[in-house]
């Protein structure tokens, strides 16, 4: 069991308010995701789950018993953190054999957990080496090796594969899901790439300078973002967003639209530019539009190798069924 | 890149340091060579350096006159016993400066070392008639405590700038792990900060060991370390200066041995986080 509920959680340090009161309730066994730009407030969060940080005000519950007050130790939570933060002095076993030591357990159950842990993380050759030893998704496997075997109430990730080069992120990325998958227990997992949150979560939380601006299934915040922060945050590359005469045509202060929602034609189309920049990717192509009039630049995405280079004239058809409504206080229009 | 250094400056570099380094050596040197001459030889003049009857007369009369093991026990009792003490209390008091500091910490570091900056003599008086209330004079555990309490802000600021250095996520590990404070203490950060840690008893035993004015001034003859063993041989008459370094010598030999053997580790220790 892990379900967690926030309840009129605040933190300031000092003055400086930076969790305005938040409610929030994370389910048993799912798979959340904090999501905003540098300095949004969302490890912040993270940390008061953990209790490595006092919450000013409020309550937070786990599995429906007040843990505000509780020690870190005692809340049953697994962190992983973004250096890893191994043991450098113990070796691979014994770094993962802590959390069971600390519980007191028998040293025979220590060794079968462990020994199943580094099964499953692919870790038994490595088992006595020391952290220094290995290479960055070695240590991140140590790392989650040491949270999953005293089977926690719920896992924290305070983004953990920020330190990966790309390729090796990927792939974590699938282990961290399929992990999931298996073990069905609550994560919470922290990250500013909304690629990220896009491809593991079950549910989103896009926070913005301590405030949640939406929480929902990651094609829910696709399809209808609440508010124009949103729109512009989940979705690579980002949502379009038009403000003046071409937004007050559909009734609204500003509209967006998705790069993938615009087609591009041979002639003709709403709307026509001059190509800035052009990303060919072999599958896609992506254009930087200036000139249309409408933004400073609008970006599109083709499907496929489509073969205008900088300066071309393009002509542009955007979807209307695609096109998003915001007010002027930067809320969706339904 | 490394800046390219030649033979010839390489050479004059060395000359310079081991002229230094014998210049600093000199005093400690010359009491040894004193403590092999005979008393007229060490008053003559001029001085004689290495031309002279080497004798161990001096050490024999020495080690005849007083019990130099009972000096030397007290010296081992006095400088371990403040040095492991003052570790003990210092290892949380810089865990919780280095970990949780407050507004006030900085100001508190300050103010611990500003207390080294007080004249020992200042405080004379009131640490002697504290004793003499206590009937703790010449008692090694009374000076055990009074040195613990005179070298603590030097072994709380090392522990705090060793401390500094390990990152805390490590230590909010542990604290996820279910350690307590008292384990995360004695199995993350302890272990972590060996080196730091045993340059600090190292440099405290030796500030321990070669205390004079509280150990001189608050013994007689149970507790009196090795520097009171000197002091004896100090005369108004200044007719015993071979005896005295003879004494000297034997009082520095064990620290001299220990600092040689653990070098490295004081050095690493004293330039730790200054070089990473």
Not at chain 1, 78 to 99: C, D, E, G, T, W
Not at chain 1, 113 to 139: E, F, T
Not at chain 1, 292 to 303: E, F, K, M, N, S
């Amino acid at each position: 069991m892990g379900q967690i509920e926030l309840k009129q959680v605040t933190k300031s340090f000092g003055d400086v308010q930076v969790i305005p009161p938040l409610d929030l309730t994370i389910k048993d066994g799912e798979f959340t995701v904090f999501v905003g730009p540098s300095g949004c407030g969302k490890s912040t969060l993270l940390r008061l789950i953990a209790g490595l940080e006092d919450i000013t005000t409020g309550h937070i519950e786990i599995d429906g018993s007040d843990a505000t007050d509780v020690v870190p130790a005692r809340r049953g939570l697994a962190m992983v953190f973004q250096s890893y933060a191994l043991y450098p002095h113990m070796s691979v076993r014994k770094n993962i054999a802590f959390p069971l030591k600390m519980a007191k357990m028998d040293q025979a159950e220590i060794d079968k957990r462990v020994d199943a842990a580094a099964q499953v993380l692919n870790l038994a050759d490595y088992i006595d080496r020391r952290p220094g030893q290995l290479s960055g998704g070695q240590r991140q496997r140590v790392a989650i090796g040491r949270a999953i075997v005293r089977e926690p109430a719920a896992f924290l990730f305070d983004e953990p594969l920020s330190n990966l080069d790309a390729a090796l992120r990927v792939g974590m990325r699938m282990e961290i899901s399929e992990l999931h998958k298996k073990l069905a227990t609550t994560m919470i997992y922290v990250t500013h790439d909304q690629v990220e949150a896009m491809t593991m979560a079950d549910k989103i939380v896009v926070l913005q300078a301590g405030v949640i601006e939406q929480v929902g299934s990651p094609l829910e915040l696709y399809r209808a973002p609440r508010n124009t922060f949103v729109a512009g945050f989940i979705g690579s590359p980002r949502m379009n967003l038009i403000t003046g005469e071409e937004a007050a045509k559909h009734d609204a202060h500003t509209i967006g639209i998705r790069p993938e929602h615009i087609d591009v034609v041979e002639s003709g189309g709403t709307w026509q530019g001059t190509v800035g920049v052009a990303e060919h990717l072999g599958s896609d192509t992506f254009f930087h539009i200036h000139n249309t009039g409408l933004a400073d630049t609008l970006t599109v995405r083709a499907i496929g190798d489509v073969s205008l280079t900088h300066g071309d004239k393009i002509h542009l058809a955007p979807r209307a069924d695609e096109i998003h409504r915001f007010d002027t206080a930067g809320l969706r229009i339904a | 890149m490394a800046r390219s250094v030649t033979t010839q400056r390489k050479t004059i570099n060395t000359t310079i340091a081991w002229i230094i380094g014998l210049l600093i050596f000199f005093p400690i040197l010359w009491t040894i060579l004193t403590s092999f001459k005979t008393e007229a030889q060490a008053i003559s003049d001029p001085p004689l350096f290495l031309f002279f009857d080497w004798t161990t007369e001096n050490y024999s009369t020495v080690m005849e006159r007083s019990n130099y093991g009972r000096f030397l026990w007290n010296s081992i009792i006095i400088a371990g016993g403040s040095t492991l003490l003052g570790i003990i209390i210092a290892v949380p008091a810089a865990w919780s400066m280095a970990f949780v500091p407050s507004k006030r910490t900085k100001d508190i570091l300050l103010w611990m070392l500003s207390t080294k900056m007080l004249p020992a003599v200042g405080v004379l008086y009131p640490i002697y008639l504290l004793c003499i209330r206590l009937g703790v004079l010449d008692n090694r555990v009374a000076l055990v405590i009074i040195l613990m309490l005179i070298n603590l802000p030097i072994i709380v600021w090392m522990l705090y700038t060793y401390f500094r250095e390990i990152p805390g996520e490590i230590l909010e590990a542990a604290r996820m792990d279910g350690a307590t404070l008292k384990e995360e203490i004695l199995y993350v950060l302890t272990p972590m900060a060996i080196p730091g840690i045993a340059s600090t008893l190292l440099l405290n035993f030796i500030l321990a060991w070669n205390e004079a004015f509280w150990t001189l001034n608050l013994t007689a003859a149970q507790a009196a370390p090795l520097t009171a063993f000197i002091a004896s041989y100090s005369s108004p008459e200044g007719l015993f200066y071979a005896k005295l370094s003879a004494a000297s010598t034997m009082a520095i030999a064990p620290i001299l041995i220990l600092g040689w053997f653990s070098q490295k580790q004081l050095v690493r220790g004293l330039t730790f986080g200054a070089v990473k």
